[in-house]
């Protein structure tokens, strides 16, 4: 609904810029806010700043990485230390499993290599593994978290 007022504002408008789907979108949220009356329909609005909240942190995790992967290709020295991490997942589902294996594989230094029969553990392939308790808590306090808050 959120989408196609965004679409009936741009229509109206005249203007198909990105910027003025973005207003739109903002205004049809508001709209649909307000016009909530049922608490079955409020997880919507509790889903689209998390999923806004989930966006922004992978844009910062995806910069980051790729900062210390081209500074280890610029410089004379290597830094990086690979391994191994057997990650203990508390994604269930089919899609909770494959979304979160994406997201850490778009991220630069990391990549999936297996997921065990059971579907509970994943296998990475880390590029800069200092400690993998910490690239573990780290991953399940921050990628993880934030994709099942919106998921479930």
């Known amino acids: 609904m959120n989408l196609l007022l965004s679409f009936i504002w741009v229509a109206l408008t005249g203007t198909l810029y990105y910027s003025n789907f973005l207003f739109g979108f903002m205004i049809g949220f508001a709209i649909l806010w307000v016009m909530n009356r049922t608490e079955e329909d409020q997880r919507y609005f509790t889903r689209v700043p998390k999923t806004i909240y989930l966006l922004f942190y992978f844009v910062y995790e995806l910069i980051k990485a790729n900062i210390q992967v081209a500074y280890d290709v ?3 020295k290597y830094f ?3 391994g191994i991490v057997k990650y203990p997942m508390s994604a269930r589902t089919d899609l909770e499993i494959n979304l979160l294996s ?3 594989s778009l991220t630069p230094g990391t990549l999936i290599l297996d997921i065990s029969e059971d579907k509970k553990t994943l296998y990475i392939h880390v590029m800069y593994l ?7 808590k780290q991953t399940k306090n921050g990628i993880e978290k934030r994709l099942l808050e919106i998921l479930r």
């Open 74 to 76: 610029i410089t004379p």
């Open 80 to 82: 990086f230390k690979p």
């Open 102 to 104: 994406t997201v850490i």
């Open 130 to 136: 200092k400690d993998k308790s910490s690239f573990i």
